[in-house]
């Protein structure tokens, strides 16, 4: 069974400056999918990012990026910039692109995210 | 787009009586629907998969019979907690797959459940 691991229970940065979460994960699939969601006070999760396995490339969208290193079984949230906003759970999470588990996220832990002014 | 929503957003019940919770996908057909639990400050627990016009899959230690789970249509899914007890208080969310080719899940903003 994949399992996912966030090793950091909680993180702090400074307002604009940058934070990496980390998130290792286990599998024996070769394509699958890799996220990071956000979960504010709200509870609403968000998706932050997205990693296609069988992409080198790693994914950016703005201030977020990702450093994914297939072989270490390795994908980190980098967040540039930080703002109060970002304060948050983020939870790295795995889906296989196909197989008997077709749909099915598996999370880690979470990071307890606080960003300070 | 790609909304979902979920009804109610905050439950308070007596032990015993049972609660349903809907979640509907806004604006795209869900073939695939997900609940969850969470408790404070831990991860999403992985319910079951509620795919439409078919049972529900269950993940091994969640009771069918308490936790029913309803896929009618291609934008509802209902999840019934039956009986329900104090242990049952939880934060339930659901989320919904439009196309699982590409991996997303939409999450619904969650439903807060007390029982008394």
């Known amino acids: 069974a994949q399992t996912v691991t966030q090793s950091q229970p909680e993180m702090s940065v400074q307002e604009a400056e940058t934070v990496t979460l980390s998130c290792t994960y286990d599998t024996s699939e070769s394509d699958y999918y890799l996220f990071w969601y956000k979960q504010p006070p709200s509870r609403q999760m968000i998706l932050v990012i997205r990693?296609?396995?069988?992409?080198?490339q790693n994914a950016t969208e703005n201030r977020f990026s990702v450093n994914f290193q297939k072989a270490a079984k390795s994908f980190s949230l980098k967040i540039s910039d930080s703002q109060l906003g970002d304060a948050a759970m983020y939870f790295c999470?795995?889906?296989?692109?196909?197989?008997?588990?077709?749909?099915?996220?598996?999370f880690g832990q979470g990071t307890i995210l606080t960003v300070h002014p | 787009g790609a909304v979902v929503s979920q009804h109610p957003s905050w439950v308070i019940c007596k032990s015993g009586t049972s609660v349903k919770i809907e979640c509907r996908s806004l604006?795209?057909?869900?073939?695939?629907m997900f609940w969850y639990r969470q408790f404070p400050k831990q991860s999403l627990m992985l319910m079951a998969t509620s795919n439409e016009g078919s049972k529900a899959t269950y993940e091994q230690g969640v009771e069918k019979d308490k936790f029913l789970i309803n896929h009618a249509s291609l934008t509802l899914s209902t999840l019934t907690v039956t009986s329900a007890h104090p242990e049952d208080s939880s934060f339930y969310i659901c989320?919904?797959?439009?196309?699982?080719?590409?991996?997303?899940?939409?999450f619904g903003p969650g439903t807060r459940l007390t029982v008394l």
């Open positions: 604006d795209f057909q869900a073939t695939t």
């Open positions: 990693q296609e396995a069988y992409k080198q």
């Open positions: 989320s919904a797959a439009p196309h699982l080719a590409r991996g997303e899940q939409f």
């Open positions: 999470a795995y889906k296989d692109a196909g197989g008997t588990s077709y749909g099915k996220l598996t």
